[in-house]
C-alpha cells in the first residue's frame, strides 16, 4: 500500500531521515519505536506529504505523492492522520469536526439542494453512528472545550474514520494524555486493529507495540535500524543501540 524509496529529510546540515526504502503492506499495523529525536514522527509526516521529502519517493498505491503533478489532498482523503496534541477545531461543535472534511468533499460540485441535503444527511448519520461507537453521541452539540483528553482523542481518531481511509498514521496518539485516560485510546486503536485497518503508529508505549503490531519498527538517527515481529523485536533484539533502548524503556 505504502513504500518509501530512498525518502531522504534534510533541515540545512540536519539529516533527519536518511535514504529509508521499506514497504508498508494493506492490513499491516506498523508501530515505530524509538528515541526522541529519532525521525518517527518526521517518517509519519512525510508518508502524506505533510512534510515534504528532500528526496526519494513515496508511493501510495502505486502513486508517487512527491510528483508536483499528482493532487495530493485527493491521496490524502484516504489516508487519515491522528495528531498527538487532537488539533480539533475549538469553534466547532463534536458532530461539525468529524462532518466537516467529509461534507467539503461530498458537496464538492453538486448544486441539486435536494441532492445536498441527502448527501449531508447521510454524512451526519454516519458521524452519529462514529460517535456512538466511541459512546460520545450524546457530546456530538458540545464543543472540544468541554471534553476531556481521552475524549477528545477518540473523536479525533473517528473525525479520521470518517473519511473512510485505506490507512490511518497516528503521532504519538497518547502522549499528551493523562495516564488514566491512555487506556480508552488504546482499545479503540486495538478495536480498529482487529477489523483490519492497515496502520502506522508512532508511539512510546511499549506495551501497546507488543500487543497491537504486526510489524515494529526501531528507529534511530534517522534510519530503520531493525524491524520485525514484537516477539523478536523485544525479545530477540539484534542491534546494540535497540538492546540498549529496551533496558531504558522496559
Not at 11 to 16: A, S
Not at 22 to 34: F, L, Q, S
Not at 82 to 106: D, E, R, S
Not at 146 to 171: E, W
Request: charged share 25%; proline share 4%; net charge negative.
Amino acid at each position: 500500500m505504502i513504500e518509501a524509496i530512498n525518502l531522504t529529510k534534510r533541515y540545512g546540515n540536519l539529516t533527519v531521515l536518511d535514504e529509508i526504502s521499506e514497504t508498508i503492506h494493506e492490513g499491516e499495523r506498523i508501530v515505530i519505536i524509538g528515541p526522541s529525536g529519532s525521525g518517527k514522527s518526521t517518517f509519519l509526516r512525510c508518508l502524506n506529504c505533510m512534510e515534504d521529502p528532500t528526496s526519494g519517493s513515496i508511493m501510495f498505491e502505486g502513486v508517487d505523492l512527491t510528483d508536483m503533478k499528482v493532487d495530493i489532498n485527493y491521496h490524502r482523503q484516504r489516508m487519515g492522520m491522528v495528531f498527538q496534541q487532537f488539533n480539533l477545531f475549538n469553534n466547532k461543535t463534536v458532530l461539525q469536526n468529524i462532518t466537516l472534511a467529509p461534507l467539503h468533499i461530498g458537496l464538492k460540485g453538486v448544486r441539486d439542494r435536494e441532492k445536498r441535503a441527502q448527501i449531508k444527511a447521510d454524512i451526519e448519520a454516519n458521524a452519529h453512528k462514529l460517535l456512538q461507537r466511541i459512546g460520545l453521541d450524546d457530546w456530538a452539540d458540545k464543543y472540544p472545550s468541554t471534553l476531556s483528553g481521552g475524549q477528545k482523542q477518540r473523536v479525533a481518531i473517528v473525525r479520521a474514520l470518517a473519511m473512510n481511509p485505506k490507512v490511518i498514521l497516528f503521532d504519538e496518539p497518547t502522549s499528551a494524555l493523562d495516564p488514566e485516560m491512555v487506556g480508552e485510546v488504546l482499545d479503540l486503536i486495538k478495536q480498529l486493529a482487529e477489523e483490519g485497518m492497515t496502520m502506522v503508529i508512532v508511539t512510546h508505549e511499549m506495551g501497546f507495540a507488543r500487543e497491537v503490531a504486526s510489524r515494529v519498527f526501531f528507529m534511530d538517527g534517522g534510519k530503520i535500524m531493525e524491524q520485525g515481529t514484537p516477539e523478536d523485536v523485544f525479545e530477540r533484539p539484534q542491534c546494540p543501540r535497540l538492546k540498549e533502548f529496551l533496558s531504558k524503556v522496559l
